[in-house]
């Protein structure tokens, strides 16, 4: 049997608003080397734009999946199809599959930055002065230019300031709104990202959820005010879709604790 000699390892993920199965080759035998890795990577990201935009749209991706599935699968056949294994045509034939993959993942990429422009782009293309509209719902407005953050608790009981009878704060950080976004942007990033750096054995799995879903949700909304990093912030936006669903749909909410 051909495939003895090129192993595809199948990993199968459900998508969890569509129940769509999506396959991804994780590993390759040494036959394959560097441009089996490269094809893996390239379904990969064409995957993760896909959990992307049924986030932002909530479109069923089934057929989206199959024709990223339809590749391997032609890929699988031609090398089956092959008189003798040689390297040379089965680099061939990925070279073929990895051009058709990226053509698909640019034609997702497309459809995402049309989804984004739709739902976060209306109204988030705004001056500095209409800046509480465009980012309503990410903080608490200080004043015109300064925002506030709340922070998801590392673990339960955690506040940022002792208990008075009044109760206890959360977890806040000011921030300066600059222009361009993307700089209040990286700076609000790096806080949140470096809070998960310092998570525990009883870190909340929700805690993880909160915060990729806020930073996918700000990175959406920063491409809209920061059009020369709109590409940066978009692809900050799929990977923390992509986090979050991992941890939403892998591991499932209800391995976290309540942070309340």
Not at 56 to 74: C, F, G, M
Not at 213 to 240: M, Q
Request: aromatic share 8%.
């Amino acid at each position: 049997m051909k495939l003895t000699y090129f192993m595809f390892i199948i990993l199968i993920l459900a998508s969890p608003s569509a129940n769509a199965v999506v396959t991804n080759i994780v590993g390759l035998n040494k036959l394959a080397g560097d441009i089996g890795n490269e094809l893996n990577y390239s379904i990969d990201r064409a995957k993760n734009v896909l959990f992307a935009l049924e986030e932002k749209t909530n479109e069923d991706v089934k057929a989206r999946i199959y024709q990223l599935d339809k590749i391997v699968d032609d890929a699988i056949k031609d090398i089956n199809d092959l008189e003798v294994i040689v390297k040379n045509d089965v680099d061939e034939i990925l070279e073929k599959a990895i051009s058709e993959a990226n053509h698909l993942e640019k034609k997702f990429m497309s459809d995402l930055n049309l989804a984004i422009d739709k739902v976060d782009c209306m109204i988030t293309r705004k001056a500095l002065q209409d800046m509480e509209m465009a980012l309503g719902g990410l903080g608490d407005f200080v004043n015109t230019h300064r925002i506030k953050i709340d922070a998801p608790a590392l673990y339960p009981g955690e506040r940022q300031e002792s208990c008075w009878f009044i109760g206890c704060k959360k977890y806040q950080k000011e921030f300066e709104i600059k222009e361009p976004f993307n700089v209040t942007y990286d700076e609000i990033k790096e806080f949140m990202l470096g809070r998960l750096k310092n998570s525990r054995k009883d870190t909340p799995v929700n805690t993880l959820i909160t915060t990729y879903e806020y930073l996918a949700d700000l990175s959406a909304r920063a491409s809209c005010l920061a059009s020369s990093s709109s590409d940066r912030l978009r692809t900050d936006y799929i990977k923390f879709v992509t986090s979050a669903h991992h941890w939403k749909y892998v591991l499932g909410p209800e391995i976290g604790m309540s942070t309340k």
